[in-house]
């Protein structure tokens, strides 16, 4: 399992990316579902948090380049980040 320094960082960046949008509840569910189960299938643990040492910067970089799989999702999170870009 990681470190809790490792551990930390990491629920750092997933904190981050849950800010994104928390306005839009029913679409930041959906987009975190996604999401976590990506991670749990791409190495192959029941959480986040089992996530082995050799793993991290392989995981890091998987939270940095990832885009949900889900056309619909990638529509939504458009749409949403069009209307942030006329505010």
Request: net charge neutral.
């Amino acid at each position: 399992a990681l470190k809790k320094s490792r551990l930390n960082e990491l629920e750092t960046r997933l904190e981050y990316y849950e800010d994104i949008n928390e306005e839009n509840l029913e679409l930041n569910k959906k987009l975190y579902a996604s999401f976590y189960r990506d991670i749990k299938r791409t190495f192959k643990v029941n959480s986040y948090k089992n996530l082995s040492v050799k793993n991290y910067d392989l995981a890091i970089s998987f939270i940095e380049a990832w885009e949900p799989k889900d056309e619909v999702l990638k529509y939504a999170i458009h749409g949403l980040n069009s209307q942030i870009a006329f505010a």
